[in-house]
């Protein structure tokens, strides 16, 4: 094959999406390999967790090995959920016998290439969503179909029409979604910068890059910046009492190890504006000179500011009813850890309780110990939370490759 043959071949897109939107065959090998659940790597993961604190009565538990395991989608009907990654796999991780761990992980749509396929989520009617870098696919019926290498696809937003293709970087790629009770599909877009130059401030606000987009979840129409003025937001979830938005963001790195703080906002209708490039918490940004500007007008500031560089992601609302009172209705939110503070601070989960009217209350530390205190080496790097259906919730780690249980079992 000559050069240009070959770059044709690099850039042309998969012919298997074009199979599989039609429920044509596109694997000829039935069988998927599974990813190995006992062994060393299993036991020494259970060893680091004795290392975990809890609050009294809680205890944390080895649910799954998984590869690279960033956000999660517990699904609605069956005892299993979809991991994404970021690297180029989405993995369906199954607990065929209902017991305290899963039984069986495996990759889903073998037959497809994904790309940082970060973002998984659900419709209200079953359709699994799967934001990659630069596309979205939705899967009918996913927990039912996952089980062979071909399954069906709808792709809502095709490759490169997510962000301009100009615009793609390894910096800030990973895609957070959530379906809201109006059927709309909400994805969060974060900047590809560390702060975006003006030159980028018009695309970036017509775009929604650097805030949060939402688009009819089967087709992509009907698509609006529902939030601007985020950073990167990596991490989003509804109140199912009162479905405000709420979403962390990343902070400006190379400003200090005390500055900006960390944040989880709270979105209560569509059009806010976050303060993004000219603010973060409470601290002005330098960079291109946004401090020397003017606050612009009608900033809606964070619900909750955290330790700086903590590396807030993802979160949920504990929905369940076997913690203790204090817990139900709260947000649990998972903290990656710093990479760039001479300190290092976060691989924790955190827990946010809730005022009456719905503002944040008191945040505090639930889960830590991922962060070796003598090595100062990570042990793990929490990425997401998510709820299941027995009242209990996972942990994801894409640095160990793992999902944990988080249970309680009374004082």
Known sequence: ????GLAAAQVAPPANIDKLKQMKVATTDLNIPVVPQTGPNAEAIKEN???VKLPPGFKIALYAIVPDARHMAVAPSTNML???TRKTTV???TNRNSGETATEVKSFAPSLKFINPNGVCWTKDGFLVVAEHNRVLNFPAAEFFYEGPDVAVIEVVGQGKLIPPEEESYNHGARTCRVGKDGMLYITLGQPHNVQPRDKLKLYNDAGIGGI???NAFDGSKREVYARGIRNSVGMEFNPKNNDLWFTDNQTDGMGDLIPAGEINRATKAGQFFGYPWIQGKTRITEHGYDKDPLPANITHPEVMTDAHA????LVFYTGKKFPAKYQGGIFSAQHGSWNRTDPIGARIMFTSLKADGSA????VFADGWLDPETRQ???RPVDVANLPDGSILVSDDFAGALYRISYTGQ
């Open 1 to 4: 094959m000559g050069v240009a």
């Open 49 to 51: 967790l004795k290392r």
């Open 82 to 84: 979809f991991v994404g």
């Open 91 to 93: 993995w369906a991780v």
């Open 213 to 215: 987009v939402r688009m």
């Open 311 to 314: 590396a807030d992601l993802g």
């Open 361 to 364: 209350d008191k945040t505090e």
């Open 378 to 380: 990570y042990r793990g």
